[in-house]
């Protein structure tokens, strides 16, 4: 156990529709970053937040976007849903901000778009 | 940005023998390569690191090789094993995000 909790495990939803992936770092890790793994892309990052500010950003869509919250969650807000959207949604939580810093994975949403 | 190719995509090897896989970096800045280990319906988890002023890393059964100079660096695993079945990424990071290689699927056959 990674000490990195995402929910929910699974969701399943239409397109055009929204939905919020949630993230609970490990316990003292001040750092989270969102990753998308699709079969065909690999792990890509998309974004990144040091104690509630974003500190650096990937290749992430204009219709998502990210947030860290003051108890250090954070939240990937994924809308107007398109069927190459559905993909595992991994978060990922290290102590700094730096990428010398080990990440740790949680277990990852599962994203299916009908 | 940073680019990372991972080869082989796919790799069998008979339980007891060692597996290899190979990545390569595009920018010269990159000082941090991890390798992480994802089994089916699981988030990738760390399994050795290197850094750059490190030419050579070993954990039990697990070495990774870095060459600064080409660029590249491997994963080493002796003496395999069927738990060691899964993905293996490489990735290499400068500051503040990991760039992953494509992912290798390992299968040590018993």
């Known amino acids: 156990d990674s000490g990195v909790t995402q929910t929910p495990k699974h969701l399943i939803t239409a397109t055009g529709q929204r939905v919020t992936l949630r993230c609970s770092p490990r316990s003292g890790d001040l750092s989270v970053y969102w990753y998308q793994q699709s079969l065909d892309q690999g792990l890509q990052f998309l974004i990144q937040y040091y104690n509630g500010e974003e500190r650096a950003k990937g290749n992430i869509l204009e219709r998502f976007s990210a947030q860290q919250f003051p108890d250090l969650h954070s939240e990937l807000n994924l809308s107007s849903l398109e069927l190459g959207d559905s993909a595992l949604y991994f978060c990922?939580?290290?102590?700094?901000?730096?990428?010398?810093?080990?990440?740790?994975f949680g277990a990852g949403t599962r994203l299916s778009v009908l | 940005g940073e680019n990372v190719e991972q080869h082989p995509s796919t790799l069998s090897v008979q339980e007891g023998d060692s597996a290899v896989i190979k990545c390569t970096y595009s920018?010269?800045?990159?000082?941090?390569f991890p390798w992480y280990k994802q089994e089916l319906g699981k988030g990738p988890q760390l399994i050795i690191d290197?850094?750059?002023?490190?030419g050579e890393k070993k954990d039990q059964r697990i070495a990774v090789t870095l060459n600064k100079t080409a660029k590249h660096f491997s994963l080493h695993i002796t003496e395999t094993q069927p738990e060691d079945s899964a993905v293996y990424f490489c990735a290499a990071s400068i500051s503040r995000q990991l760039t992953f290689g494509s992912g290798t699927q390992l299968t040590v056959l018993p």
């Open positions: 990922a939580s290290s102590a700094s901000g730096t990428g010398k810093n080990i990440q740790y």
């Open positions: 290197i850094r750059s002023n490190v």
């Open positions: 920018d010269s800045a990159s000082n941090y």
